[in-house]
């Protein structure tokens, strides 16, 4: 079991969907990681909250396997974020987004975190990414996150920070926005010239597509759920049981992790991603359990595999079709 260091927001959030509304619940992109990650390994949290951030979010924190003493408390408002999803719940509007105690936030990495061997960067200024990166050269694996604020308004800090990072999470549309390509394959090659080993494009509702830099792919389903009641945090539990998973097992002999492990820790993270879907915040990771998780997983490759050794009729396979 290795341990994982994340920085990214920690917020007060109020979300509304076509059904329900919640008003300042625990949000915030590294909340949400640190929760799923910590059901596989010890979580080293790096964010800023504010003087008003609620303690029972705190004693939530503590009572896991998340590490608080990255985590600085301002004088100021803790970040706050609005968002509103329509009925497609694969589109959300943000319709405000305060960086409060963000705004002039430096983070200070304590010496106990510094063995952390996995890194995600979660959501959050690419310029605190970047410090935090700097700050952390011997992890074994990086992992960056992001979103289409900072693409249209950060585009070559976050670009100097994905130059210099392992794996790079887009969801469809940031995939698009960042690149200009229409197409998600054209999309992943243009961000391997920055030097990426592996893009992640997520999917939503439809699963996640993992691109290796030596053409490698791997299409992950999703789990399909009857009812989502917020998908709030769905790419960052994503990231948690991606990062999670890879946190208990060993990279090969030449440093990399292998293949088969990052296939299925893109199935972890869809997995992850499904079950935050179920409640507001961050309630249903609370009371997840592995063994919850495991299910899931078995049910997905039942759904998902189908007969390898099929082949086109003799006849068939000689005439063209028409
Ligand atoms: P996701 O649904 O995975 O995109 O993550 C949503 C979470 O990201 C919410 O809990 C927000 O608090 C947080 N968030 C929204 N906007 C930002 C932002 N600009 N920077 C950092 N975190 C954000």
């Known amino acids: ?17 076509p059904f329900a509304r919640v008003e300042e619940v625990l949000g915030g992109a590294a909340s949400y990681f640190s929760t799923a990650a910590s059901l596989y390994s010890p979580v080293n949290l790096v964010a800023v909250v504010g003087t008003d951030f609620p303690q029972e979010y705190l004693e939530f924190f503590r009572s896991r396997a998340i ?21 497609d719940m694969n589109v959300r509007d943000t319709l405000d987004t305060q960086l409060g105690v963000y705004a002039d936030f430096h983070a200070v990495i304590p010496p106990e975190y510094r063995d952390s061997a996995l890194l995600f960067l979660a959501n959050i200024q690419p310029d605190l990414q970047r410090e935090v990166l700097d700050a952390m050269p011997q992890v074994r694996l990086s992992v960056l996150d992001s979103m289409d ?11 100097e920070v994905m130059r210099r990072v392992d794996i790079m999470l887009m969801s469809e549309e940031e995939l698009r926005l960042y690149t ?30 993992l691109f290796g830099h030596d053409g490698s792919y791997f299409s992950a389903p999703a789990y399909p759920l009857e009812e989502v009641v917020d998908p709030t945090g769905a790419g960052d539990a994503f990231a948690g049981g991606l990062l999670g998973y890879l946190s208990t097992v060993e990279p090969g002999p030449d440093g990399r992790y292998r293949w088969e492990d990052l296939k299925r820790a893109v199935v972890h993270g869809n997995i992850l991603g499904s079950f935050v879907c179920e409640d507001f915040s961050i309630r249903r990771l609370q009371r997840l359990t592995l063994a ?4 899931r997983y078995q049910e997905l490759v039942t759904c998902s595999h189908f007969d ?14 028409g």
């Open 67 to 87: 590490n608080l003493s990255g985590l600085q408390v301002r004088q100021g408002r803790t970040f706050r974020w609005v968002g509103r999803y329509h009925l």
């Open 149 to 159: 604020l900072w693409i249209n308004t950060a585009r070559s800090q976050l670009t």
């Open 1 to 17: 079991m290795s341990s994982i260091l994340v920085v990214g927001s920690v917020a007060l959030d109020t979300v509304e969907t």
């Open 292 to 295: 919850e998780v495991a299910a």
């Open 308 to 321: 390898p050794n099929w082949l086109p009729p003799r006849s068939a396979a000689t005439a063209p079709a």
């Open 180 to 209: 200009g390509c229409a197409s998600v394959v054209a999309g992943a090659r243009q961000l391997f010239s920055l030097g990426l080993k592996y893009v992640i494009v997520k999917q939503g509702s439809y699963g996640a597509l």
